[in-house]
């Protein structure tokens, strides 16, 4: 009899120990599915990011072939680059470039 009783104790620990790994399985699965859709709203996110860049990348030639056309890229570019240099041309001296935080600019 107290046979008995020690393997229907040793059952019943054994039942108790596989319930809670199923019951920690289960918790570790439900914690990799909410990791797993994390990750995959960043990439959903970064591949958004990536297709607005291409798209304003794609914008600028465009715009610039547009502005080309019409004739107002020339008239910016004259403006923008060379205007400072004239000076230069003419005998004064040259603007410096110089990096700033904003980007670069020129100095007299």
Do not use: C, Y
């Not at 009783?5 to 599915?33: I, M, P, Y």
């Not at 910016?76 to 600019?105: D, L």
């Amino acid at each position: 009899m107290a046979e008995i009783r020690e393997l229907g104790r040793k059952t019943r620990e054994e039942s108790r120990r596989f319930r809670d790994d199923l019951r920690r399985w289960a918790a570790l699965d439900v914690k990799e599915a909410r990791h797993q859709r994390m990750r995959q709203r960043e990439i959903d996110l970064n591949i958004t990011r990536l297709s607005a860049a291409q798209l304003v990348t794609e914008e600028k030639p465009a715009n610039l072939i547009a502005s080309l056309a019409n004739g107002r890229a020339a008239s910016v570019f004259n403006v923008e680059i060379i205007s400072p240099f004239a000076g230069a041309i003419r005998g004064a001296p040259a603007p410096t470039p110089i990096r700033s935080t904003t980007g670069w600019s020129l100095v007299s």
